[in-house]
Nanobody, 128 residues
Framework: QVQLVESGGGLVQAGGSLRLSCTAS????????MGWFRQAPGKEREFVSA????????AFAASVKGRFAISRDNAKNTVYLQMNTLKPEDTAVYYC?????????????????????WGQGTQVTVSS
């Protein structure tokens, strides 16, 4: 069973940057479509970014497009979320998610319901 462990969260001032990492256990990472979601207090979990298995196709929520970048290193079983120009409204618990895809390539997966493996989350707090 694949397990996901996020790291890299913390407290940062508005305008600053953080890089989140999500490392997967097991040997099937290259078959996993990966995504990042976040949940702020009192709000529903929302999509942030996704990357398909090879890293060749990515997607972003409109609220983070142009500020965040997603990448993956299949040799290290890790997906990254580089967050720049952070805003107080980016404050949330950030979750990494994965789903194994067998067969034909698929677009990045943006719906939480399509992921079946989740990390424990890492807190990101942006102060004004």
């Amino acid at each position: 069973q694949v397990q996901l462990v996020e790291s890299g969260g913390g407290l940062v001032q508005a305008g600053g940057s953080l890089r989140l990492s999500c490392t997967a256990s097991g040997r099937t990472f290259s078959s996993l479509a990966m995504g990042w979601f976040r949940q702020a207090p009192g709000k529903e979990r929302e999509f942030v970014s996704a990357i398909e298995r090879s890293g060749g196709s990515i997607a972003f929520a409109a609220s983070v497009k142009g500020r965040f970048a997603i990448s993956r290193d299949n040799a290290k079983n890790t997906v990254y979320l580089q967050m720049n120009t952070l805003k107080p409204e980016d404050t949330a618990v950030y979750y990494c998610a994965a789903v194994q895809i067998i067969g034909a390539m698929t677009p990045p997966i943006t719906r939480a319901s399509e992921y079946d493996i989740w990390g424990q989350g890492t807190q990101v707090t942006v102060s004004s």
